[in-house]
């Protein structure tokens, strides 16, 4: 069982930088690939960015790569995402989701299996 808790969403500028932290708590933390999603208002679930357990694998949205950085931290059961150049369509809640090895080269949220609360991130113009 993983337990995730995001924090770090807020309200921000565009241009502005905001870095999410998933806190995970459970002993498999190390061995799950590790992921973010966001939901913006009236729209579906959309992959962000994921991570495998070394952190020497990462899988970026088109449209997030260059913008965004995702890392890990096993040590503090942490998962990071550092947003830059942030946009006003960013504007989301941003989930924390935890899943087998297959949720890097197949980001989908049905493969993910543990999920956070979300944080929201409003990015004004």
């Known amino acids: 069982q993983v337990q995730l808790v995001e924090s770090g969403g807020g309200l921000v500028q565009a241009g502005g930088s905001l870095r999410l932290s998933c806190a995970a708590s459970?002993?498999?933390?190390?061995?799950?690939?590790m992921g973010w999603f966001r939901q913006a208002p009236g729209k579906e679930r959309e992959f962000v960015a994921a991570?495998?357990?070394?952190?020497?694998?990462?899988n970026y949205a088109d449209s997030m790569k260059g913008r965004f950085t995702i890392s890990r931290d096993n040590a503090k059961n942490t998962v990071y995402l550092q947003m830059n150049s942030l946009k006003p369509e960013d504007t989301a809640v941003y989930y924390c989701?935890?899943?087998?090895?297959?949720?890097?080269?197949?980001?989908?949220?049905?493969?993910?299996?543990?999920w956070g609360q979300g944080t929201q991130v409003t990015v004004s113009s």
């Open positions: 991570i495998n357990w070394s952190g020497g694998s990462v």
């Open positions: 989701a935890a899943g087998p090895a297959r949720l890097l080269w197949d980001p989908d949220e049905a493969v993910a299996i543990y």
């Open positions: 459970g002993r498999t933390f190390s061995s799950n690939v």
